[in-house]
């Protein structure tokens, strides 16, 4: 268990479409959520569940563990998620140049978009040349697909890498599947 200025973490496992993810979260937001498969895999139908918790709840359930399953259920059913889940930044143990461009990411690259490694640099107030060190922000990524870092791609329009090159098939998958958002309702 970590603890941060909120009080204590617990730890989930959510089942997805794409496997499983773990979330740690403490009461107020989100700390991580990683992809656990090695092997990549999609499960179409499968829907997102909590399947696993390291703590139990004592009749109170953590509401960004609720958030996050919401906003994973909109995001596989290709939608934009409604809202942005509360990210937990206070324990981060990081640069301040990451937290800017994962925020900017988070807040302003939308389901579907996809912006450069040197557009996210600018959009974020720095030199479009520092596209590497945003290459390094996206290789620390805590909160993978709430901070797009799957919607960063090459200049060239190519994808490029994900999870420091061992997750390249997941990000073709998910930039194609946000290529197929469904119109919403009003
Ligand atoms: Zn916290």
């Known amino acids: 268990m970590q603890k941060c200025k909120y009080g204590p973490t617990n730890t989930y496992m959510i089942n997805t479409p794409l496997g499983e993810f773990q979330l740690e979260c403490c009461s107020y937001g989100i700390h991580s ?12 139908t499968a829907s ?3 399947s696993d918790q390291r703590y139990p709840d004592n009749g109170y359930q953590y ?3 609720k958030d996050c399953v919401n906003w994973l259920q909109e995001f596989f059913d ?3 998620p409604s809202s942005l889940p509360t990210i937990c930044w206070s324990e981060e143990k990081t640069t301040d140049f ?3 461009i994962w925020k900017t990411l988070a807040e302003r690259v939308k389901f579907g978009q996809t912006v450069s490694y040197g557009q996210l640099a600018e959009m974020s107030g720095y ?5 590497r060190a945003v290459g390094h922000s996206m290789r620390e990524n805590p909160v993978v697909l709430i901070v797009p ?3 960063v791609i090459l200049a060239s329009k190519k994808p490029g890498h ?3 090159g061992q997750k390249d098939e997941m990000k073709q998958w998910l930039l194609n599947h946000e290529r197929e958002r469904k119109v919403q309702e009003p």
């Open 149 to 151: 870092c799957h919607r």
């Open 48 to 50: 997102v569940v909590v």
């Open 162 to 164: 994900y999870a420091a």
């Open 33 to 44: 959520l990683h992809h656990m498969p090695k092997v990549f895999k999609v499960e179409k």
């Open 98 to 100: 990451h937290l800017n």
């Open 63 to 65: 509401k960004p563990v």
């Open 127 to 131: 030199n479009k040349r520092f596209s």
């Open 78 to 80: 290709n939608k934009e």
